[in-house]
């Protein structure tokens, strides 16, 4: 059985998914008697946009000291936002009213994303992440998909390896938000890329397909996703103001709807693939269905707006309790079974081997 751990893209309310990967851990702490308990030691296998990617590369980043443990605990993760969110997603004036007649093409000043990405991650390369994981992003000048893929990046190499900020960087590059990622492999390729939200704002499927590729013993419903949402945004556009503005005016209206609706209809997908082989229960879908009560744009990141958004998350987790921990009890039966399995093989190794040498 292979276990996904998948976070969609969605700016600010990143706090979301970060607040439930915070409690899921909580609860993996308190139930094994194990403080240093992680949940990277629960799943085997994480694909993360925009700011689920960050969420995940920072979940997933080692320990310098420790390159096989992991740097940052759940709430580290979470606190990229609650602690750097305002700054991330704070502008000038005279930047917003350039902006809104098209004369400066990002809302956001990119270095200021990538220090703190900086201050969290150094060097740290993609292959060093501490489990198989990929990342969406989307080259504009090739017109396709990309993968940043932990796997490929340890197999083949500076060719596909980059550093961890600059996969950040990439993966949240959200168009009119921040200026196009510009790149480089560490062989020195170029890669012009922009948020992965342009075609898998939720990365389950991404995810699902590519476990099924690399770990081609594994059938679909030998497989669990648990994906975290950060609330679709039901914002109705009149035409009458979309016909009036300018198209640069337009353009957070339009990043909304390509990446609500890709959301949805991954979602929706997945609900009936696994359906269609009675496996409902191995994908667990988690995100707010109402967000009436924040300001749902990406980039609202006031003081006031984040705490309001904590108490949504926090209500979410209180909604599914009973879900979390069934989910946690699974999860550390599971690892407890692996654990077993893996020590059951090295004895039976170690009986081979002195079998042979009498």
């Given at each position: 059985?292979?276990?996904?751990?998948?976070?969609?893209?969605?700016?600010?309310?990143?706090?979301?998914?970060?607040?439930?990967?915070?409690?899921?851990?909580?609860?993996?702490?308190?139930?094994?008697?194990?403080?240093?308990?992680?949940?990277?030691?629960?799943?085997?296998?994480?694909?993360?946009?925009?700011?689920?990617?960050?969420l995940l590369s920072i979940l997933l980043c080692p320990d310098?000291?420790?390159?096989?443990?992991?740097?940052?605990?759940?709430?580290?993760?979470?606190?990229?936002y609650l602690t750097?969110?305002?700054?991330?997603?704070?502008?000038?004036?005279?930047?917003?009213?350039?902006?809104?007649?098209?004369?400066?093409t990002e809302l956001y000043d990119n270095k200021v994303l990538e220090k703190i990405l900086f201050n969290y991650f150094g060097d740290t390369r993609l292959s060093q992440l501490i489990k198989p994981s990929?990342?969406?992003?989307?080259?504009?000048?090739l017109r396709k998909n990309h993968l940043f893929r932990q796997q490929k990046a340890i197999s083949h190499g500076a060719s596909r390896d980059f550093y961890l900020r600059d996969v950040c960087r990439a993966t949240s590059a959200a168009p009119t938000y921040f200026s196009v990622a510009e790149i480089y492999s560490l062989a020195d390729t170029r890669f012009p890329l922009v948020d992965g939200g342009m075609f898998a704002h939720n990365p389950s499927i991404s995810a699902l397909l590519e476990v099924l590729k690399t770990y081609k013993t594994f059938k679909i419903d030998d497989v669990h996703i648990l994906s975290l949402g950060t609330g679709i945004a039901k914002n109705a556009y009149k035409y009458e103001d979309f016909k009036k503005q300018k198209a640069i005016s337009i353009g957070p209206a339009l990043v909304d709807i390509m990446t609500s609706s890709s959301s949805e209809s991954n979602d929706y997908f997945l609900q009936q693939l696994f359906q269609s082989i009675q496996r409902s229960s191995n994908y667990i879908r988690l995100?707010?269905?109402?967000?009436?009560?924040?300001?749902?744009?990406?980039?609202?990141?006031?003081?006031?707006?984040?705490?309001k958004i904590v108490s949504l998350a926090d209500k979410l987790?209180?909604?599914?309790?009973?879900?979390?921990?069934?989910?946690?009890?699974?999860?550390?039966?599971?690892?407890?079974?692996?654990?077993?399995l893996s020590e059951k093989k090295d004895h039976s190794v170690w009986n081979y081997l002195g079998f042979k040498s009498k």
């Open positions: 059985m292979k276990r996904i751990l998948s976070i969609d893209g969605g700016g600010i309310r990143g706090i979301i998914p970060g607040m439930l990967l915070v409690s899921l851990e909580d609860k993996l702490k308190r139930a094994t008697q194990n403080p240093e308990a992680h949940l990277s030691q629960y799943f085997d296998f994480f694909a993360g946009t925009s700011t689920g990617g960050i310098p000291d420790n390159l096989a443990k992991p740097r940052f605990s759940a709430q580290e993760a979470l606190d990229i750097h969110g305002t700054e991330i997603f704070t502008t000038s004036r005279w930047r917003r009213f350039l902006n809104q007649f098209g004369l400066l990929i990342f969406t992003a989307y080259n504009i000048e995100e707010p269905s109402n967000l009436s009560s924040i300001e749902p744009s990406l980039d609202a990141a006031s003081a006031g707006n984040i705490q987790i209180s909604d599914n309790e009973t879900l979390l921990d069934a989910l946690v009890n699974d999860l550390i039966i599971e690892k407890e079974q692996k654990e077993n």
